[in-house]
Nanobody, 120 residues
């Protein structure tokens, strides 16, 4: 299984970015993909999760109303639209996959991450 994130970069406070996670190398359809982030000196934080089979979506309270997760099932790509970004959102953003419908911090596969830097 491979997960490749893209879309990170430098953005000014108040701006938006859309991250992509391209998933490949598997054939099962009961899985979930989650987005996580890790800022320097901080623990990894779960942001959002979407179930491929059931379409259920969850968000962390810290991003509700600002981040939106969506999937393109035709090509196994999951997106994270991030709006109203602030410097505290600077982090490496990871996508991860787990078999089943629930995201946890013990995901089965992880991408290498994409850096998001928000300037003030």
């Amino acid at each position: 299984v491979q997960l490749v994130e893209s879309g990170g970069g430098l953005v000014q406070a108040g701006g938006s970015l859309r991250l992509s996670c391209a998933a490949s190398g598997f054939t099962y359809d009961d899985y979930a993909i989650g987005w996580f982030r890790q800022a320097p000196g901080k623990e990894r934080e779960g942001l959002s999760c979407i179930s491929h089979k059931y379409g259920t979506i969850d968000y962390a309270d810290s991003v509700k109303g600002r981040f939106t997760i969506a999937s393109d099932n035709a090509d196994n790509t999951v997106y994270l639209q991030m709006d109203s970004l602030n410097p505290e959102n600077t982090a490496v953003y990871y996508c991860a996959l787990v078999r089943g419908r629930v995201c946890t911090y013990s995901m089965d596969y992880w991408g290498k991450g994409t850096l998001v830097t928000v300037s003030s």
